[in-house]
């Protein structure tokens, strides 16, 4: 049976669909303007002041030659990929094991710990009691320092206990039948079924400590060689120090010419991997966070 159209439906999908288009325009064309501007002449990318939607001159590859031979940018990669790796893993563990046992309906003090971990949420001690207490525990210009903040979530907390509640029961109680234990039931018969929510957590996770810069300026200021890839991005879009990432004689001779270039494929270098990742996990994120929506 097909359905007829009405003119407000019509005019409506003419609307919707322009507004999208329109939408998407204006999300993507920075990201072009960046790309296009990374791959064009030095000299005239130095003149322009307005929107690049085409190389300008001939196109040159000399910028992410540039970037890709400084051992700072190579070095913060892998310090980023470690700390993205490890926190993700252990942030996913620590948030399942916490939004398990805070879902079980037998749990004794269930609404006090659900709301000191929420309190948490709104309300921490802010950045001079952390700092003293990394100080305390001797973790300063390590990384601890950047690990340790992010392997726990208190938002990622409530999510992953509001999807474990909306699983029946009834397959925990098999499961008990079968004789399966507590850690049994989460790691083999519930946390596959949330596999969307986990998703969720991950590329938050991931998103989360790839962008993140401040906590190691203030944590590895003596340990630059701990630095990730944000921070060294942010030293030189900020500082507009050039020569950070320039290497040989000639480097403060080139250091104007190039200034514009290297910024720009500093940025296209540390976001291209993020862009790479999201389209594959995206058809899980309204999935995640609809079964781990809290409950009304």
Not at 49 to 58: D, E, S
Not at 123 to 147: C, D, E, H, Q, R
């Amino acid at each position: 049976m097909v359905e007829k159209t009405s003119v407000s439906r019509a005019i409506f999908n003419v609307l919707n669909y322009t507004f999208l288009i329109l939408f998407s325009i204006i999300c993507i064309l920075p990201i072009w303007h960046v790309l296009m501007s990374s791959v064009s002449d030095p000299r005239e990318l130095m003149a322009n002041t307005g929107l690049i939607l085409k190389p300008l001159g001939a196109v040159t590859h000399k910028g992410y030659q540039i970037v890709l031979s400084n051992s700072h940018i190579l070095n913060g990669y892998r310090n980023t990929l470690i700390y993205v790796t490890v926190t993700t893993l252990l942030c996913v563990v620590m948030t399942s094991m916490a939004g398990y046992v805070l879902s079980r309906p037998r749990l004794k003090l269930k609404g006090i710990l659900t709301i000191f971990i929420f309190f948490t949420m709104i309300f921490n001690g802010g950045l001079i009691p952390s700092y003293m207490v990394n100080i305390k525990l001797g973790i300063n210009n390590t990384v601890w320092a950047v690990l340790i903040p992010g392997v726990v979530n208190a938002f990622y907390i409530i999510i992953m206990k509001s999807a474990f509640e909306q699983l029946p029961e009834s397959y925990e109680e098999a499961a008990r039948i079968d004789g399966a234990g507590p850690i049994t039931i989460m790691l083999r018969i519930l946390l596959p079924m949330i596999k969307a929510t986990v998703a969720v957590i991950v590329m938050y996770s991931v998103i989360m400590q790839w962008n993140s810069w401040f906590q190691a300026s203030i944590y590895l200021q003596k340990s630059r060689n701990l630095w990730p890839l944000q921070l060294i991005m942010r030293e030189i879009l900020v500082q507009n120090d050039a020569t950070k990432v320039m290497t040989g004689s000639d480097a403060l001779g080139k250091a104007d010419l190039t200034r514009n270039l290297v910024k720009y494929c500093v940025t296209i270098v540390g976001t291209v991997p993020l862009l790479c990742i999201y389209p594959f996990v995206q058809k899980y994120f309204v999935k995640g966070v609809t079964l781990g929506g809290v409950k009304g």
